[in-house]
């Protein structure tokens, strides 16, 4: 079983504060890595990925990998109440199956 | 226009009954998925169709049966109902096969089945 793995929190941050994320695989063979963001009812929704090692910035949000060490992790700057959600790791192995997901990390943002 | 659609989003039923869930998405994707969240939040993969064949089919049991009509459509089918079914039913869809390109899945809103 090709896992990866995320602490599942609750990971609580005040308002303005940088939230981060952290995300381990087990697979040497994943390429690409996902984070989805999934709001309390509601489906989970794409918001970054990354396949370089290296960092990769999108406006607030920054997705961090290395290889090596088969590690991604996600930082939210200037985090806001409305980031308060389940953020879902997920790698792709690149063997033509779907993604794998994490069991998600609980992220508050209290005001 | 909603693109990827499921229905119905919440369903209650007995253990023992057979149900179904039907998605459909208007987005043009060659691939389509089942996954199933437990009330932990875990999203684990169930099935996969790529231009309506069947490319994934994990650890299932049997009672589960998906069925594509065509590359738009992804029906599941779930005969004798147990307690342990109780989850939300997630569809999604992607273009190409999870390549090296966004890798975007494109959920459905969930269906939310209580089993009884």
Known sequence: QKEVEQNSGPLSVPEGAIASLNCTYSDRGSQSFFWYRQYSGKSPELIMFIYSNGDKEDGRFTAQLNKASQYVSLLIRDSQPSDSATYLCAADPNSGYALNFGKGTSLLVTP | ?116
């Open chain 2, 1 to 116: 226009d909603t693109a990827v659609s499921q229905t119905p989003k919440y369903l209650v039923t007995q253990m023992g009954n057979d149900k179904s869930i039907k998605c459909e998405q208007n987005l043009g994707h060659d691939t389509m998925y089942w996954y199933k969240q437990d009330s932990k939040k875990f999203l684990k993969i169930m099935f996969s169709y790529n231009n309506k064949e069947l490319i994934i089919n994990e650890t299932v049991p049997n009672r589960f049966s998906p069925k594509s009509p065509d590359k738009a459509h992804l029906n599941l089918h779930i005969n004798s109902l147990e307690l342990g079914d109780s989850a939300v039913y997630f569809c999604a869809s992607s273009q190409e096969f999870l390549g090296l390109n966004t890798g975007e899945l494109f959920f459905g809103e969930g269906s939310r089945l209580t089993v009884l």
